[in-house]
């Protein structure tokens, strides 16, 4: 659950840096003779719009989502959150629990 937090902070920035530059062009790749060439014109280096979904983590313990969840609010708003760390073999009753 720390880590998926830790991964967050660092998606976070690099979701933001994609969204103001866009992408890398790619490097000059050599083609077999006769193959049509790679054109990159500046539309095709804009990033796509996206959303990114932080994932609440903690498997069956409500402690630990909660604090997941916590986490996840704190480091600002999100257009959605996804819910994660279940149906990893827990039992039926153990993952409908309450959280």
């Not at 060439?37 to 804009?46: K, S, T, V």
């Not at 990114?52 to 630990?64: K, M, N, S, V, Y």
């Not at 916590?70 to 990893?88: F, H, K």
């Amino acid at each position: 659950m720390e880590r998926s937090l830790r991964w967050l902070e660092r998606c976070r920035v690099e979701f933001d840096r994609l969204s103001r530059e866009g992408r890398a062009p790619l490097p000059n790749i050599d083609v077999v003779d006769g193959a049509p060439a790679f054109i990159h014109r500046d539309e095709e280096l804009a990033a796509p719009i996206q959303s990114l979904f932080p994932i609440i983590q903690g498997g069956t313990h409500a402690e630990l989502r909660v604090a997941s969840a916590r986490g996840i609010l704190a480091t600002g708003n999100w257009d959605g959150i996804a819910i994660g760390g279940l149906s990893v073999g827990e039992s039926k009753a153990a993952m409908y629990g309450n959280y």
